[in-house]
């Protein structure tokens, strides 16, 4: 009798810590690398959103959510696919992430899609991204720089410039922006005196400089990260006096770039994704009440990237990694009630019900066909120390 007793007991233990256990989700982002100073508010605006679903009692009937992060670094493709085989390995339904496009292409094929697990990037913008073969688990809600590249061409023809010259980032990222940009700026009358790559980790960027000075131009577009040698770039432009007029990249959008460079950077502009619209405004709120920071790149994306996920496991009433990934594009277009940041219990509710939802979120969130947001971008310039949003384009 005590045997059979015991046996009741661990089976009861067994079976409630099951239907108790917290659903795990990943967030992988570079933590440490080229953008290291922008993945805080990123990471911190997604678990806003993981949070929000989980204290809302309505997720699933009630289920919380445990946050497992790991680091990206951004360039190293093998650590990055090593970091997410240990998400994996350790049972997340989907992953946040991740940030640059190299180890988002990396971590994808090699390891998330081959597991029927979702990613969902908020900032990963290569345009080769969009023809992914991901099966259908791949997402991002940051626009491709298919048009990225587009909307800082024009951007720079307002600003009158009339030659310029061109450095990218030796990957993905910088090589594919540098194309559409070159293309775009050479559409609108500009004449580009250069490309040329730089490598990131150098102490020195001084023979980089060189070459773009000896070419010249009115200013010089800095396609690159801001905690590295995009950064490296701008120092040596300016210790040789080559340029002093930048047009900057989203990855080179930060306010660490700022407090390096001060009123260096007066004459300097450039764009990335975001948006000025009801969502976005709402969101600044939701994120000051929860003691985020949320004024710096790809807040708003993380933490649209974080809700898709919670709601689409609602809308297939599943934790279940191929619902969540069936799911992701019901909730996130038209039809549907619209759903902004602090409304996912309204959401998540709604769902429960049988419902249709259109989450419209910080960002304003439509997806293409292939599952890329289609985004507005906020040409940015220097004012007071700051990094400051001229207008939406």
């Known amino acids: 009798m005590r045997k059979l007793f015991i046996a009741a007991f661990m089976f009861v233990s067994i079976f409630g810590t099951k239907v108790m256990a917290d659903i795990k989700m990943g967030i992988i982002l570079g933590f440490t690398g080229p953008i290291e100073s922008l993945t805080p508010a990123m990471a911190a605006s997604a678990e806003l959103a993981f949070k929000e679903a989980s204290d809302s009692g309505s997720l699933l009937g009630g289920e919380k959510i445990e946050v497992m992060r790991a680091d990206s670094t951004c360039v190293d ?3 990055a696919t090593a970091a997410a085989e240990g998400l994996i390995s350790g049972g997340v339904a989907a992953i946040m992430g991740a940030d640059c496009s190299g180890v988002t292409g990396a971590i994808a094929t090699n390891v998330a899609v081959p597991n029927g697990v979702v990613m969902i990037s908020p900032s990963a913008t290569s345009p080769g991204l969009t023809t992914l073969d991901d099966n259908g688990y791949f997402f991002r809600t940051a626009p491709s720089d298919a048009r990225g590249g587009q909307i ?4 720079t023809k307002d600003r009158k410039v009339k030659s310029v010259a061109i450095t990218y980032t030796n990957n993905d990222y910088g090589k594919g922006l540098a194309d559409v940009y070159k293309a775009a700026v050479e559409a609108h009358g500009i004449k580009v005196t250069t490309v040329t790559a730089h490598e990131d980790g150098k102490a020195d960027y ?4 060189a070459t773009l000075a000896s070419a010249g131009g009115d200013a010089v577009a800095v396609i690159g990260y801001l905690d590295q040698g995009g950064k490296g770039i701008i120092q040596a432009s300016l210790d040789s006096g080559a340029f002093d007029r930048f047009i900057l990249s989203d990855g080179m959008i930060g306010q660490s770039l700022v407090d390096a460079f001060g009123k260096d950077l007066s004459k300097s502009f450039g764009s990335l994704p975001g948006s000025t619209g009801k969502g976005a405004g709402i969101f600044a709120d939701v994120a000051k009440a929860g003691g985020v920071e949320a004024s710096g790149p790809y807040t708003g994306e993380s933490y649209d990237a974080a809700a898709l996920i919670v709601l689409a496991m609602q ?6 990694r191929a619902s969540i990934a069936k799911n992701v594009m019901d909730v996130a277009n038209a039809p549907g009630t619209k759903i902004y940041p ?4 309204k959401g998540l509710d709604l769902l429960a019900k049988g419902k249709k939802i259109n989450y419209e979120g910080a960002t304003g969130v439509t997806f293409t066909s292939v599952g890329e947001a289609e985004g507005s971008f906020l040409e940015q310039e220097i004012k007071g120390g700051k990094f400051k949003t001229k207008k939406q384009r």
Do not use: P, R, Y
């Not at 800082?152 to 951007?155: F, K, S």
């Not at 001084?206 to 400089?209: K, L, P, Q």
């Not at 809308?315 to 279940?320: L, Y």
């Not at 602090?342 to 219990?345: F, I, S, V």
């Open 77 to 79: 493709s093998a650590a």
């Open 342 to 345: 602090g409304e996912l219990k």
């Open 315 to 320: 809308a297939g009433n599943s934790a279940d």
């Open 152 to 155: 800082l061409a024009d951007i």
């Open 206 to 209: 001084s023979s980089e400089v």
